[in-house]
């Protein structure tokens, strides 16, 4: 490689093109593509990720930013309802709620996902408790309870090394109160009473605060597992913040600035020293679960009652948010067609096209624009298909029928045995030698029966929990799902999931709303989409399941119900929909890349 | 040229604005789903990308003024032993 030193007589290197590898971090080289100086370097930001499943306020955290909790809180000032539910939180998505024993808001919490304690707060009975429970990943379980009772108190270190600090009862508290996994013992009194700061630490003898109530408070207060000393001040004094990270690495961000309002502030700490970070919060937060370390921080929740979640991450990567962008259009619109395929290689085979209905037509789509292949020997419409852009498969139709044709890239082939069960608006998954119809309409009865392919003939699969019709499916034989629809006439809209691993169902994580008409797309059971659909009106709504759960994604660039889905979870496709649409939509799911920095002279 | 574009568009979680849209450009979420949005190319891709729909600073310190007094409200309806657990909602002027 030539190198800047040999041209300019300067150690710098030349590429063409951008390296990619984590090596980059703190190198300058020169872009002669570009004709720029470049490096990378680690910076810190907040972004959103996925909502919680419901709103909560005065909640309080646990864990690291990709195996976290969010415990306890309420529903709001509007229905101030004390929820007695954790949720477990992934990286990017939340669980469905865990029950909790005690109903409490402000409780004072540590741990981790699978060793969390919640202790004390102000249960629903309106009183300030003392009753604390532990959660070991499945469930809580109450254990022996607090000394002193106390509300908005700052819990720090691990199950069998944590502290719950100061808070309030009839006063403020100087107490400290020391866990060891089993019962409780008094530790070094803090010099000021203090409750609602923003504190961390993965053991007592890392753990601090800072800030809180009553009044604005600033000062910093570390624990050496004996007793606690006074560091350097924040320099935006504040309560309800939350707090990240060891007392010689932490973060401390948002809470509530006099006279009450929230704060989108972000300070580190280094042992000694607070110093305000460039990084904000994108919604000012105070009263929420924060969790994690000083690189990778969340903080989820607001006051009033919000869902969302905030993310903070130091780091040489940058991602790129997922998206929907549009493709090349079918040349005929259609709506309650099959289809087959990858983002740059797929199928859309018939479908109905408006008056007179069916259609026997089929368009071949590269990536960028649909072109005409061989037509099927039988018009079809709202029928189930899968397999490869020269693999495919296709079968049923309306009026139901069981009949199935093949392609394998230059014709379709009519095959001599169809399903057992004629129906239509059913859920489809797989590939051409191992295909499976799940459900849909049978005639006037909406049916949980499935059937396997295998190549040459159906057989008989696992019936479905719940039967339906006009719904998805996604992955493979052994590894699929199937989501949303409804029942019949199409008065009731169904949000639940049932996995299918080529032998019988099982209940995965719900849709957040119940939907019919959607479109999906995915390789494994792990790994798929949902989109668009009717929720009862035409949505856009796009969400993406990881094998327990659905979050959030991009939503599409128009609403849609009713065509058809390809592809995978980071590269999908969405075609058609009613009414006989022309349209085609492709998702790019994130992508992670190094964070460019241009240098310039100014 | 104004600081600042203003527009409303609902948070769909992860990805919504990332760590790279945070450093392109000024963001700040406000309630009633209304975003202040640095003024520039970046900014203004955004909310387009987000289907936001773009409003004058008095629409929308309007809807956040709505939110808030509906916020007031509710809360003013606790009990004294409900609003000793949290503050009032506070009025919020957009930048």
Not at chain 1, 23 to 32: H, L, M, P, T
Not at chain 1, 189 to 199: E, F, K, Q
Not at chain 1, 379 to 406: D, H, K
Not at chain 1, 446 to 458: A, I, M
Request: charged share 10%.
């Amino acid at each position: 490689m030539t190198t800047y030193k040999e041209i300019f007589g300067k150690p710098i290197k030349v590429v063409s093109s951008d390296p990619t590898d984590a090596g980059a971090e703190g190198q300058v080289w020169y872009n002669s593509t570009s004709g720029t100086f470049k490096t990378v370097v680690s910076v810190g930001a907040w972004s959103s990720s996925g909502n919680m499943l419901e709103n909560r306020q005065n909640v309080e955290g646990a864990g690291t930013q990709t195996a976290g909790l969010a415990i306890g809180g309420a529903t709001g000032p509007a229905t101030p309802a004390f929820l007695a539910t954790s949720s477990e939180y992934n990286g990017s998505s939340w669980s469905s709620p865990v029950s909790k024993n005690v109903a409490a808001i402000s409780e004072a919490t540590f741990g981790t996902e699978t060793a969390a304690v919640a202790a004390g707060g102000y249960n629903n009975s309106g009183a300030t408790a003392s009753t604390v429970e532990e959660y070991n990943g499945s469930s809580w379980t109450a254990v022996t309870s607090l000394p002193q009772a106390t509300r908005g108190a700052m819990g720090m270190g691990a199950e069998n090394s944590g502290l719950v600090v100061g808070g309030e009862e009839s006063s403020v508290l100087t107490n400290t109160q020391e866990y060891n996994g089993s019962g409780w013992t008094a530790g070094g009194a803090i010099p000021t009473g203090v409750y609602n700061a923003a504190a961390n630490g993965t053991s007592e003898s890392n753990s601090w605060f800072a800030g809180g109530s009553d009044g604005f408070k600033n000062a910093t207060v570390l624990y050496n597992g004996t007793s606690w000393t006074v560091s350097g001040n924040l320099n935006t004094a504040r309560d309800q913040a939350g707090g990240s990270g060891i007392q010689t690495d932490a973060l401390a961000f948002g809470g509530r600035t006099p006279p009450n309002n929230p704060s989108n502030v972000t300070e580190s700490f280094n042992g000694s020293t607070w110093t305000t970070s460039s990084a904000t919060l994108g919604t000012n937060a105070k009263q929420a679960a924060a969790f994690g370390t000083s690189t990778a921080a969340v903080f989820a929740g607001n006051d009033p009652a919000a869902a969302i979640t905030q993310e903070f991450n130091f780091s040489i990567y940058s991602p790129i948010a997922a998206t929907w962008a549009s493709g090349g259009a079918l040349s005929t619109g259609r709506e309650s067609m099959s289809s087959a395929g990858t983002q740059t290689a797929a199928l859309a085979v018939g479908g109905r096209v408006g008056p007179p209905g069916a259609s026997t037509a089929v368009e071949s789509y590269n990536g960028t624009a649909m072109s005409g292949a061989p037509s099927l020997n039988t018009a079809r419409q709202y029928a189930g298909g899968c397999g490869t852009q020269t693999a495919a498969i296709t079968y049923a139709n309306n009026p139901v029928s069981g009949a199935t044709e093949e392609y394998d890239g230059s014709s379709w082939a009519t095959q001599p045995n169809s399903m057992s069960t004629a129906r239509r608006s059913f859920a489809s998954f797989g590939i051409q030698t191992a295909a499976l119809a799940a459900g849909g309409t049978t005639g006037p009865a909406v049916s949980s029966l499935t059937e396997e392919y295998n190549g040459t003939s159906w057989t008989a699969g696992g019936a479905l929990s719940q039967a339906r019709q006009y719904y998805a499916g996604a992955g493979i034989e052994t590894s699929g799902l199937v989501f949303g629809g409804s029942d019949n006439p199409n008065s009731t809209k169904y949000a639940n999931t049932e996995e299918y691993g080529g032998t019988s169902w099982t209940a995965g994580g719900a849709l957040p709303t119940g939907t019919s008409g959607l479109m999906g797309c995915g390789a494994t059971q792990t790994a798929a989409l949902a989109f668009g659909g009717y929720q009862p009106s035409k949505v856009a709504t796009t969400v993406e399941y990881d094998g327990s759960a659905w979050s959030s994604k991009p939503a599409m660039g128009g609403a849609t119900a009713e065509g058809s889905g390809a592809g995978t979870n980071v590269a999908g496709l969405s075609i058609g929909g009613s009414p006989a649409e022309t349209g085609v939509e492709e998702f790019t799911g994130e992508i992670v890349q190094l964070d460019y920095k241009t240098l310039t002279s100014s | 040229m104004a600081h600042f574009i203003y527009g409303t568009a609902t948070n769909t979680g992860k990805g919504f604005f990332t760590a790279e849209d945070r450093r392109e450009f000024f963001l700040r979420g406000f309630p009633a789903d209304v975003w202040c949005i640095g003024n520039n190319v970046d900014g203004a891709r955004w909310l387009a990308e987000k289907n936001g729909v773009e409003k004058t600073k008095a629409e929308a310190q309007a809807l956040v003024d709505a939110e808030i007094t509906a916020a007031q409200t509710a809360w003013d309806a606790l009990s004294d032993e409900q609003k000793a657990l949290s503050s009032r909602p506070s009025d919020i002027t957009l930048p």
